[in-house]
């Protein structure tokens, strides 16, 4: 079990860039598979990137691709998302999530996940 914790989100306009941290406790981040969620209000909670243990592959929606861009830091059991070019339609709580295995867009198929933080991007 790993423990998540977002931040870096924020309220900006359209165009503008954020980055989202997750920071993890425990020993053994760099075995775990990441992934980055969101929902918006009335909506579920949708895939957004998704990066490899080893930081090797990384999986984008296409809403997203070549716009957000997701890494981590192994040393410092971190993830990030790059969001460039937000859009209004970005805004949602986005959470980051963990898992062993294989790569998902699922997230029924996470353990662990985050409590959330809010990208609100306005026109």
């Known amino acids: 079990q790993v423990q998540l914790v977002e931040s870096g989100g924020g309220l900006v306009q359209a165009g503008a860039s954020l980055r989202l941290s997750c920071a993890a406790s425990g020993r053994f981040f760099s075995t775990y598979g990441m992934g980055w969620f969101r929902q918006a209000p009335g909506k579920e909670r949708e895939f957004v990137a998704g990066i490899t243990s080893s930081g090797a592959t990384k999986y984008y929606a296409d809403p997203v691709k070549g716009r957000f861009t997701i890494s981590r830091d192994n040393a410092k059991n971190t993830m990030y998302l790059q969001m460039d070019s937000l859009k209004t339609e970005d805004t949602a709580v986005y959470f980051c999530?963990?898992?062993?295995?294989?790569?998902?867009?699922?997230?029924?198929?996470?353990?662990?996940w985050g409590e959330g933080t809010q990208v609100t991007v306005s026109s």
């Open positions: 999530a963990a898992r062993m295995g294989a790569h998902t867009t699922k997230p029924a198929e996470y353990a662990d």
